[in-house]
């Protein structure tokens, strides 16, 4: 693929470019196999691609499934539709909802439409991405429910989200955000350290839980917060702001039905859509999601709703 074809621009140029499962399977082939594919077993570096999505080696006959091992693994449905709900996904300015997916496309049920968000969200967040440089804000929210919580600990109904955001003047520049149990040390330093690369200033309030940070190689920097509530968001301003815009979009683009089983993979979603604000191509993020679905394991329906009580999985097709 040369530049010009890493993604289309437009959604007329997606449909005439991937109106085929054979065209969408040669992108998916490209996307996780950039430098081309060599068979394990004989070294071989020459195969084709046979119209059911496997790529045949021409030396031993060795077969590896392009969909096995991806997100895609084991869907009944055909690429082309696929490719047209992570067009939707990524071009909605806002993302999207289950019941958005399931009208555009046509699709049969809500739970498809759910699952494939799903999956798609578990793409998002691409493992191993490097951590934030230079001063980054730290602080905790609690998300959901009404009644304030006491600082430092977790609640039934509601949940205790740690959020990061690098400073890039006056603006923001990347986050990062986990859900965690408690804002114990524990909890804090382990999501210090796989967010803000050592080295770097994290810029905390006086809580506890911040403390030893210089320890484990961070310029530690903190302002501490009077009492009053207005002052955290003038002294951490970024962080606040950050979750504000991502409270704003679990009410309106989700309706705030957000359960606190899956709010991991919104807050990922979140994430993915933050950090991209000022892509200039919507296609660019199409690209990045499909490569990073392409070096995700599958999840299978069954195991993502594992943990809502009371819900039987439904026949489905996904
Ligand atoms: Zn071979």
Redesign the pocket.
């Known amino acids: 693929m040369n530049d010009n074809d890493v993604y289309p621009r437009t959604l007329s140029e997606l449909e005439e470019r991937f109106a085929t499962e054979e065209a969408c399977l040669e992108y998916l082939f490209h996307l996780r196999w950039p430098k081309g594919f060599v ?1 394990p ?2 070294q ?1 570096g020459n195969n084709w691609l046979t119209n059911r999505g496997l790529l045949v ?1 021409s ?4 077969q590896v499934s392009i969909k096995s091992g991806t997100i895609f693994q084991g869907t009944r449905s055909p690429l082309v539709m696929w490719f047209r709900a992570a067009w939707w996904v990524t071009s909605q300015k806002n993302g999207a909802s289950a019941l958005g997916l399931k009208r555009v496309l046509g699709l049969a049920s809500y739970e498809t439409a759910w699952t494939w968000l799903h999956k798609f969200r578990r793409a998002m967040v691409r493992p191993g991405r490097n951590r934030l440089t230079g001063r980054v804000e730290v602080d905790e929210t609690y998300l959901g429910g009404l009644e304030e919580g006491v600082r430092g600990r977790g609640t039934k109904k509601k949940a205790l989200v740690v959020v990061a955001a690098q400073e890039k003047g006056k603006a923001i520049g990347s986050i990062r955000m986990r859900r965690i149990k408690d804002a114990s040390a524990d909890s804090l330093h382990p999501f210090v350290f796989d967010s803000i690369e050592p080295g770097s200033i994290a810029h905390t309030d006086g809580w506890e839980g911040y403390t030893g940070l210089e320890k484990k190689g961070y310029k530690h920097e903190v302002t501490v917060i009077s009492r009053r509530k207005e002052a955290a968001s003038e002294l951490l301003p970024r962080v606040h702001r950050v979750v504000s815009l991502l409270k704003r979009w679990l009410l309106g683009t989700h309706q705030g039905a957000v359960s606190n089983e899956h709010l991991d993979y919104y807050l990922d979603e979140f994430t993915f859509r933050f950090n991209r604000r000022t892509s200039r191509h919507r296609g660019k993020l199409f690209y990045l999601l499909l490569q990073q679905a392409v070096q995700t394991e599958p999840t299978p329906y069954e195991s993502m709703i594992k943990h809502v009580r009371g819900r039987k999985p439904t026949k489905h097709k996904i």
């Not at 030396?59 to 060795?62: R, V």
Request: net charge neutral; aromatic share 12%; glycine share 12%.
């Open positions: 068979c077993r004989c071989c080696c030396g031993c006959e060795y």
